[in-house]
């Protein structure tokens, strides 16, 4: 089978769990042809997890596309095309201004790219998978609009920032897609809260697809840490709230336990993060590690004595850092938002503490980091549950099967 993926940014340097799902679907059989809307930056192939580097899948595959060859191709749009476009392009406007001038731009952004790879690839595929459900399933969606024949399409809904805010056009792809494909049961009741009028009619084409792991990849090792050690790993920016992280370690330095904190990862919110550790006093325990390998990641995990994703509100969903966490031995503590409870199956493989709330915080890594018992216990039952709900080729399978199985009813509409 034929499947033109499209996404974001490929290659970028967060990109591990789209890596493993495209390895996945080519394990499974798949012909993959990847459609980044973002312009290449060449040196972000290095993020590129192995699994899905060239000798897997050729870089002559990933088709980003400049504006030159958008105004090529655009000149090439059959007449019978231009009415479709026009009218899609207006409606997704609509939508887009009424989340402000950086949604409608972005939107504005994808419909050459649209426009110029349906007239490259104008009947060479089998299927369409948008793997966001923002201006990557909006390109997706005038992609499949624009070619010779409407093929079956697939959608993911992921986060914060493609379900949770900001859902330009979003009710309409939701009634144009076959499949809409959710990372956690969460996401569901998000939508069935959302658009409750069309909630009935779409319900029956909610799939919901683990984010899988090699667990092979991950050794599990529960011993061997640094007791007071705590990492985070994550992009620095409001949303993932390690914030409150700095400050439970300062109440936690005020109870008298010192403890370690390293941040893998970059951002916005660097400069913040660096003036606020220096304000509690605990800058000499604080490390910044910028952004690192997918091995260097699982390498710090296996350093830490506890991994902490203190989110503040809706952002991610289920983040792959605590996925990976709990195939490799390092217990978590997590904010009990969005589908993080479902990783942790209710709290019985991690703890579960209220975002922004420093004091449950600090308690929770005070009691990981003084009882090695506690912490084994966690590691062992979160490591049992990654390999029933996690293991990407069996996830990757399934989702194969549902794609193999769709039939488009987008000829009809």
């Not at 992609?143 to 809904?157: A, Q, T, V």
């Not at 959710?182 to 984010?211: Q, T």
């Not at 005020?254 to 509690?280: M, N, T």
Request: net charge neutral.
């Amino acid at each position: 089978m034929r499947l033109a993926v499209f996404t974001s940014q490929f290659p970028g340097r967060v990109n591990t769990f789209f890596a493993r799902d495209m390895r996945a679907l080519l394990e499974a059989g798949f012909d993959i042809d990847i459609f980044p809307i973002y312009p290449l930056e060449p040196s972000l192939w290095r993020y590129v997890p192995k699994c899905l580097e060239e000798d897997v899948l050729p870089r002559t595959k990933v088709h980003h596309i400049n504006y030159d060859q958008v105004c090529r191709s655009a000149k090439l749009m059959p007449s019978e095309k231009f009415g479709i476009f026009f009218r899609d392009a207006a409606a997704i406007c609509a939508s887009a201004a009424r989340f402000g001038a950086e949604p409608l731009a972005k939107s504005s952004y994808t419909f050459g790219k649209a426009v110029a790879w349906a007239r490259q690839f104008p009947c060479h595929f089998d299927l369409v998978l948008a793997y966001w459900g923002n201006y990557a399933a909006t390109c997706a969606y005038l992609f499949n609009r624009l070619i010779d024949r409407p093929l079956p399409f697939s959608m993911f809904l992921h986060a914060g920032t493609d379900l949770y805010r900001k859902q330009v056009f979003l009710r309409e792809k939701l009634l144009y897609a076959d499949n809409i494909i959710v990372v956690c049961e969460f996401n569901r009741s998000f939508i069935r809260e959302l658009y409750p009028n069309i909630f009935d009619s779409i319900a029956g084409k909610i799939y919901l697809h683990h984010l899988g792991l090699d667990l092979s990849e991950f050794t599990y090792e529960s011993g061997n840490r640094t007791v007071r050690k705590v990492l985070g790993v994550g992009g620095l920016d409001k949303i993932k709230g390690f914030d409150y992280l700095l400050r439970a370690a300062g109440e936690l330095k005020k109870r008298g336990l010192h403890i370690e904190v390293d941040l893998v990862g970059d951002g916005p919110e660097r400069r913040a993060l660096e003036a606020l550790g220096k304000e509690l006093g605990i800058g000499d325990q604080l490390r910044f590690l910028g952004w690192l390998s997918p091995d260097q990641v699982q390498y710090a995990m296996r350093q830490a004595a506890v991994l902490v994703h203190p989110s503040s509100g809706l952002g991610d969903a289920v983040p792959t850092v605590i996925k990976e966490s709990m195939a490799c031995g390092t217990p978590v503590v997590a904010s009990n938002v969005a589908g993080i409870p479902e990783l942790l199956d209710g709290g019985r493989c991690g703890m579960l503490v209220p975002p922004q709330n420093v004091d449950a915080l600090a308690d929770a890594i005070t009691a990981l980091v003084a009882d090695p018992v506690m912490r084994r216990t966690y590691a062992e039952i979160a490591r049992k549950y990654a390999e029933e709900k996690f293991d990407l080729w069996q996830n990757g399978r399934r989702l194969a099967t549902l794609l193999c199985s769709t039939t488009s009813h987008n000829n009809t509409r």
